[in-house]
């Protein structure tokens, strides 16, 4: 078990840029989440997958992001035409279901600035 | 809509010191409750949860925290403070199975010798 990981771990781009994080979650995982967390505040969920299904969306998520975990492994998190306002940190998590008891496992995330 | 309420932005103890840190949650039913550590820059790290049963529970590290219902509350606490402990420290809480979290905005703890 090495835990969750996420990349890079640090992304400095140009405002309209286009970036993209990857996370792979704890081995046989299903549960995978997004979250931003912004200076001063906790984190935000952003989405979640079961497997493939990506089940659900926060209106947080504008229609510039856009998550996928294809093969339900590893997911991908694209942010297009990046704004100052996306700089935060984003948080990956997994989780295993059906369990006694869901926790989430985070990973270090990726820190996203935009200039 | 579920909340989840840390009073303290921050809080400063003597090394050896004892510690409680606040959480209250806004929520129908009782939720799973968390508390998470996160050190600068880095990822959060599970402490202790509660789900069900004893109110009193044990986590990592030596710390404790008890779920109030009639509060609604689940404070964190540790009897004697290291300086390793310095970070912030988010209370989360979820629905009753399998859903996402809500976080408090973190109390950042601070250490001094």
């Known amino acids: 078990d090495t835990g969750v990981s996420q990349d890079p771990r640090h992304k400095i781009t140009k405002r309209g840029q286009n970036v993209t994080f990857r996370c792979d979650p704890i081995?046989?995982?299903?549960?995978l989440y997004w979250y931003r967390q912004t200076l001063g505040q906790g984190p935000e969920f952003l989405t979640y997958?079961?497997?493939?299904?990506?089940?659900?969306k926060s209106r947080l998520l504008s229609d510039r992001f856009s998550a996928e975990r294809p093969k339900g492994s590893f997911s991908t998190l694209e942010i297009q035409r990046t704004e100052q306002g996306d700089s935060a940190m984003y948080l990956c998590?997994?989780?295993?279901?059906?369990?006694?008891?869901?926790?989430?496992?985070f990973g270090p995330g990726t820190r996203l600035l935009v200039l | 809509a579920q909340s989840v309420t840390q009073p303290d932005i921050h809080i400063t103890v003597s090394e050896g010191a004892s510690l409680e840190l606040r959480c209250n949650y806004s929520?129908?039913?009782?939720?799973?409750l968390f508390w998470y550590v996160q050190s600068p820059g880095q990822g959060l790290q599970l402490l202790l949860k509660?789900?069900?049963?004893?109110?009193l529970v044990q986590g990592i590290k030596g710390f404790e925290a008890e779920f109030k219902r009639s509060q609604s509350s689940f404070n964190l606490r540790k009897p004697s403070v290291h300086w390793s402990d310095a970070a912030e420290y988010f209370c989360?809480?979820?629905?009753?199975?399998?859903?996402?979290?809500?976080f408090g905005a973190g109390t950042i703890l601070r250490v001094k010798s």
């Open positions: 998590a997994s989780s295993l279901l059906p369990g006694p008891q869901e926790t989430q496992y």
């Open positions: 081995s046989e995982h299903n549960r």
């Open positions: 997958f079961q497997n493939e299904a990506q089940l659900e």
């Open positions: 929520y129908g039913a009782t939720p799973y």
């Open positions: 509660y789900f069900s049963g004893d109110t």
């Open positions: 989360a809480v979820a629905p009753l199975y399998g859903n996402k979290l809500v």
